[in-house]
């Protein structure tokens, strides 16, 4: 519903540079009350510097900003919050050694006395249970202890939670990357409750399905501007493609296998589950992509782990035959080295290659990151320059560059598809399908169902074991669900 009266939000040619980059080139935006908009872009669009200066965290260099018709002066985090306008990241801000409720406290100061702790807790955990139902965390869980679908999870019910502050206005920059389809629903169905009662919310997302079913208007960017806006009824998946700008959106189908017969090439990792019971094993030869699907934290990441261990060491259970190489989906925690430039952390895997005499040749380096940078897309105009300065889906591009540059026969991914634009999934999984079909093997964990369909193999896992094995043809997300929730064989 939209509430009449005053826009809630209204931003008026807001520029933002960085150094000579202009990420933000006069923006206009207003949102009702009451509305969930939608704001999608390829990375770099400048969606997220946008909610930056709209929370407080960055200044526009020009532009106004007025909250319920007034402008507020020395705009700020704290202010923001104030004035109701709450923030989730796409990179996640909870201190991993605090717990789930000493991070609410940090969020609510008004949280005193004695047994803060206990109303921290039962403030989060009643957002949790109602937005997650069944979601497995405990007031007193430290944060750096839960995999990565559950912070996101906390942080996302930290951002509902109210004390002494409103809540009109909650930004959620990609706020499923990290969830299974399965807990992605429960938020996007909260979501719409909590629209009907009256709040607000800015919504960035790369999935598409999402965005058209779920918000009421679209904002698309590019190059740090808006080039449309209208109702989410207005597009069809191919237009709001299209609207993006420089993507081809015909003639890519997800796969249907690539001439090999199973189990005809050599293998190239055989590996059981600690869990697992009965005979069930996952087995990948030379050119497959095995998908790894399953509710998060079920026992993904736990196999891929395993994977990359038994690459150097003997490990029970598990065989390797070829050199592997990892792209973490956690990028802040597993990914990327954040003092160095983009040209060393695409070049960390390759050093071997990179030498000259016993130092690393400058030239090597800036060769490979320049090669990579333009085959996947990375949108910097210099490698040199520091990762950090990178928009969080081409940090995950130099990831991709980090593994396929190097010579790792094996690929393991951990749900690497976090934040990456439409248009650079659908060229990475040309590049996933080209050094597939040159004899390299790939272990994919991913929540996404499109993506499993990319894959010759699927394992579903649940509780840490394999429930379900299938081909390619049998994966739909029914079926995946469904397997997700059955007890193991």
């Not at 449309?228 to 299209?242: H, K, P, S, Y």
Request: with cysteine.
């Amino acid at each position: 519903m939209t509430v009449t009266g005053p826009k809630l939000v209204k931003l008026d040619g807001v520029e933002k540079y960085f150094g000579a980059v202009r990420a933000l080139g006069g923006v206009d935006l207003a949102l009702d009350q009451g509305e969930c908009l939608e704001l999608v872009g390829h990375n770099g669009a400048g969606k997220s510097t946008l909610m930056h200066v709209l929370a407080g965290t960055a200044v526009a260099d020009r532009g106004q900003l007025a909250i319920l018709g007034e402008e507020p002066t020395g705009y700020s985090p704290g202010l923001a919050k104030k004035l109701g306008v709450r923030c989730v990241f796409q990179e996640l801000s909870l201190c991993p050694n605090l717990t789930v409720a000493e991070n609410t406290r940090v969020f609510h100061p008004s949280l005193t006395g004695f047994n803060w702790r206990r109303k921290a807790g039962r403030l989060i955990l009643e957002k949790l249970d109602a937005i997650f139902p069944a979601h497995g965390v405990s007031a007193s869980d430290l944060v750096q202890d839960l995999p990565i679908g559950r912070r996101q999870m906390v942080e996302v019910a930290r951002a509902f939670t109210a004390t002494d502050e409103p809540v009109r206005l909650i930004i959620l920059d990609e706020p499923t990357s990290s969830l299974d389809v399965h807990t992605a629903g429960q938020l996007l169905a909260f979501m719409r409750r909590a629209v009907a009662e009256g709040v607000s919310f800015i919504f960035i997302s790369h999935l598409l399905g999402e965005v058209l079913e779920n918000c009421d208007r679209i904002v698309v960017m590019r190059d740090g501007r808006t080039v449309a806006d209208a109702a989410a009824t207005t597009f069809d998946r191919d237009g709001l493609v299209a609207a993006m700008g420089d993507v081809e959106i015909h003639g890519r189908e997800a796969r249907s296998g690539n001439g090999r017969v199973r189990g005809r090439s050599p293998l190239r990792v055989r590996a059981r589950p600690k869990r697992q019971s009965g005979i069930a094993e996952l087995v990948a030869h030379e050119g497959e992509i095995i998908g790894l699907a399953g509710l998060a934290g079920h026992g993904q990441t736990d196999l891929l782990l395993g994977v990359y261990s038994a690459a150097t060491r003997a490990q029970a259970g598990t065989e390797v035959t070829a050199s592997v190489a990892f792209v973490a989906g956690d990028r802040q925690a597993d990914g990327v080295f954040p003092l160095w430039s983009i040209a060393e952390n695409i070049g960390v895997r390759s050093l071997a290659s990179l030498r000259q005499g016993l130092l690393i040749s400058p030239r090597r380096e800036d060769e490979l990151a320049n090669v990579w940078r333009d085959k996947i897309g990375i949108r910097t105009p210099d490698v040199h320059h520091n990762i950090l300065s990178l928009s969080g889906g081409n940090q995950q591009k130099a990831l991709f560059a980090r593994a396929l540059g190097s010579d790792a026969r094996i690929v393991l991914m951990d749900d690497p598809m976090r934040g990456v634009d439409v248009g650079t999934k659908l060229e990475v999984y040309d590049l996933i399908r080209e050094e597939a079909d040159r004899g390299r093997t790939f272990l994919w964990y991913t929540t996404e169902t499109d993506e499993l369909k990319q894959c010759d193999h699927v394992y579903v896992f649940r509780n840490g074991a394999i429930v379900a094995d299938l081909t390619s043809d049998e994966v739909t997300e029914q079926k995946v669900i469904q397997s997700s929730f059955a007890e193991a064989n």
